[in-house]
């Protein structure tokens, strides 16, 4: 009966957290429609961004001890919603980028009530030996939320504007926070079953953020995801309209073209859970380490390609994708599954995936300057330290055994 539960969870923490997407990167379709307008520089558009970053890291260091003491369940249906709001809000914002910072830096203030409480409640419905499967699975949830949402965005920006691509995600998203909220149960034990894990007795708040603190393994692969974030994102926010500006792509048309990035994410993040569980024993940093050298390969041959060859353009954004998900899936949700186990699981994901909004807030602003100033391959190089950071911190966890092996000794 507990797998029957078990799978509804894990869907239902699936559609959910991949909704979370259709209102945070459709600010990728809309930003070649949003400079058009209103003719402000990348550099600007990229502060609007590190805004968002920067509330999300802040909100993931505090939601994600909360994840650990609150009700999960209600901290993510109440960001979900509170971004909806946001969104359609943003729709209606004129040329005042203090207006746009400061709505798009709430809107990441309620993202980040999303990815730890979720993480929490995978966690108390799986076993530590469960987990990197579970892991993966919820990990295609945001590159598949990124392809709907980069779809939608699309579609709707071709045939009424980029003020749609805020107004058509948030008239949906308010229907699957009512389906979580009818489905979604915090714990195993709420519905009469035995706890997947013993957990261990914690005197509160302060002890769950020491706990966090002293663990060197989950300050590596924090700083880990603050360099992966900066590739991520790179190619993230700003592909539209690389492929927009360089092979003048419609708006449309270059949505589309990105779909590949989170498409091919989504199957790297599958994959890189299954063979770390099946492979290395269930360590994640080997894996992510032969991802990560991938990727460093891959970002440095991207501009190198020309224009004109845009199908080996899509090759190489696909082994991008493949290459950014599945390290970025072991470290914001196996590892720190593996690291806090249950009782902590919230805090582990909310620090290290904080560490990573930190590298992704360095990377919008940075990006918007770098193109200003001294155009695309720039950027590229910026985004490539990321990965070149993120692998060297790899190689410190290379010796890491998780949990799952822990158990069976």
Not at 194 to 200: R, Y
Not at 224 to 232: D, H, Q, S
Not at 295 to 321: C, D, E, H, K, M
Request: charged share 10%; with cysteine.
């Amino acid at each position: 009966m507990i797998n029957k539960w078990q799978k509804k969870i894990l869907l239902t923490c699936w559609i959910t957290y991949a909704s979370f997407y259709l209102l945070r990167v459709n600010m990728s379709v809309a930003i070649p429609g949003i400079i058009q307008e209103f003719g402000i520089s990348k550099t600007a558009i990229g502060g609007v961004l590190t805004a968002l970053f920067i509330a999300y890291a802040v909100g993931q260091f505090v939601n994600g001890q909360l994840g650990d003491k609150l009700s999960a369940k209600k901290l993510v249906g109440i960001g979900l919603l509170s971004s909806a709001v946001l969104n359609i809000i943003f729709g209606f914002t004129g040329n005042v980028l203090a207006g746009m910072i400061l709505i798009w830096a709430l809107n990441g203030f309620f993202q980040s009530m999303g990815w730890a409480p979720t993480v929490k409640i995978v966690s108390n419905w799986f076993p530590a030996q469960k987990r990197g499967k579970a892991a993966g699975i919820l990990g295609s949830s945001y590159q598949i939320g990124g392809v709907v949402s980069w779809a939608l965005a699309g579609f709707v920006v071709g045939l009424l504007g980029w003020r749609w691509a805020f107004w058509a995600p948030a008239i949906i998203v308010p229907f699957l926070a009512i389906n979580w909220f009818l489905r979604i149960k915090n714990r195993a034990e709420d519905e009469g079953f035995e706890p997947v894990e013993i957990a261990k007795k914690s005197n509160g708040l302060r002890d769950t953020l020491k706990s966090t603190l002293q663990n060197r393994v989950i300050w590596i692969a924090a700083f880990g995801l603050f360099g992966l974030n900066i590739v991520r994102y790179g190619f993230l926010d700003w592909a539209p309209t690389y492929f927009f500006e360089v092979q003048k792509a419609a708006i449309s048309l270059a949505a589309y073209k990105a779909l590949i990035f989170p498409l091919a994410g989504s199957l790297g993040a599958l994959s890189a859970g299954w063979i770390s569980d099946n492979f290395f024993q269930g360590k994640r940093a080997p894996m992510a380490f032969w991802m990560l050298l991938v990727l460093i390969l891959a970002v440095w041959f991207f501009p190198q390609i020309p224009a004109t060859s845009w199908v080996l353009n899509l090759i190489l954004l696909a082994i991008i994708g493949f290459t950014v998900y599945g390290p970025h899936m072991m470290l914001v949700t196996a590892l720190p599954m593996d690291l806090g186990t249950k009782e902590m699981a919230s805090s582990a994901t909310g620090f290290i995936d904080g560490w990573g909004y930190v590298g992704a807030a360095l990377t919008g602003v940075g990006t918007g300057f770098l193109l200003d100033n001294f155009g695309w391959n720039y950027a590229f190089y910026f985004w490539l330290s990321g990965a070149v950071i993120a692998a060297i911190l790899m190689i410190k966890l290379w010796n890491y055994e998780n949990v799952k092996k822990e158990s069976k000794n």
